[in-house]
């Protein structure tokens, strides 16, 4: 027997010996496994389908919300929204689109709105620039409310009422009271919201 010979046979012995030991410590049962349950688990408070009345998937603090039944109309078309979690996005969207726009920053707001807004922010923007006057900052959001949701077509909409605090130079800080839509097509493979609409309220 030659030496590649003896050296194969050994590699052997020894893969042989892994895989033994492999199989005796992970294809035992020890009988502290979790039995296997095929039914999914919904976790207490998800919003999405497993739950047996349409008005149990909305959470307690939008339970008696006038748009209840637009944010389940969402919900049927795309069981991964959450309006909770939606409702989270767009306080930190706000923020960021107010001061972009204070800013100037147009990259910033380019997928932060859709195609109309966008035009209308950036026309106002250079406007502004124009004049050589600074845009509105934000100091602080008072508020943020669920006010209106629509699924139109494939199209899901959401509108915010926010309050908050803007500062505008020598004016001086003011309250500004706002609706804000947001929309998304949900068959789409982008999550992102984007601003569709903003009015005064």
């Known amino acids: 027997m030659d030496q590649n010979t003896i050296e194969i046979v050994v590699l052997a012995f020894i893969a042989g010996f892994v895989l033994f030991r492999l199989y005796a410590t992970l294809g035992r049962r020890t009988g502290a496994e ?9 976790a207490q408070g998800a919003f999405g389908r497993g739950f047996g009345s349409p008005a149990a998937q909305l959470p307690q603090a939008f339970a008696g919300n006038p748009a209840s039944e637009g944010v389940l109309a969402i919900v049927r078309a795309d069981p991964s929204f959450d309006i909770a979690h939606f ?16 800013k100037g920053d147009r990259e910033a707001l380019r997928n932060l709105l859709t195609p109309r807004v966008f035009d209308a922010y950036v026309a106002a923007i250079a406007a502004r620039e124009t004049k050589g006057e600074a845009g509105p900052e934000f100091v602080r959001l008072k508020s943020a409310d669920l006010a209106a949701a629509e699924l139109a077509g494939d ?4 509108t915010v009422k926010f309050e908050s605090e803007l500062a505008e ?6 309250d500004a009271h706002e609706r804000w839509t947001f929309e998304r097509a949900v068959r789409s ?11 005064a309220a």
Not at 34 to 42: A, F, L, S, T
Not at 155 to 158: H, K, P, S, Y
């Open 34 to 42: 979790r039995p296997v349950d095929p039914r999914p688990q919904v």
């Open 87 to 102: 409702m989270s996005g767009a306080k930190g969207a706000y923020e960021i689109i107010v001061n972009a726009f204070a």
């Open 155 to 158: 199209t899901a909409r959401v």
């Open 169 to 174: 130079g020598a004016h001086g800080v003011r």
């Open 189 to 199: 493979a982008d999550p992102n919201w984007r601003l569709a609409r903003v009015a």
